[in-house]
């Protein structure tokens, strides 16, 4: 009786410890991504996909089902439509009363930082 529950047990060990360092991380990695995708607000800098940073201008969420979409400014008067889940990160949220993003001082201070 003891060999059967160890047969048993063994199996059931690797498969959780399989959860455990594969699985687990991976969906709790996706949770953080759908919450933060959920939060971006306009003013906030991203980066995208396709490795360009912006500022969100508009968000609009359709009426019907469907993809959330983004207004990105590129700088130099360049926007883009961007559906959400082209984001890839979040590199400095909206503040209120800070600099606009394409203000010199703001430039200056990230060179030097």
Request: no cysteine.
């Amino acid at each position: 009786m003891p060999i059967l529950i160890l047969a048993l047990a063994y199996p059931a060990a690797i498969a959780a410890l399989f959860y455990l360092a594969f699985l687990r991380p991976v969906q709790q990695q996706q949770k953080k991504q759908r919450e933060e995708l959920a939060s971006l607000r306009v003013g906030d800098e991203v980066l995208t996909q396709a490795g360009f940073i912006a500022v969100i201008k508009d968000v609009r969420v359709p009426e019907e089902p469907g993809p959330t979409e983004l207004v990105l400014d590129l700088g130099g008067g360049t926007t883009v439509r961007a559906v959400a889940s082209a984001i890839v990160q979040r590199l400095t949220p909206a503040a209120e009363g800070s600099a606009p993003p394409g203000d010199p001082a703001r430039i200056a201070e990230r060179m030097r930082g």
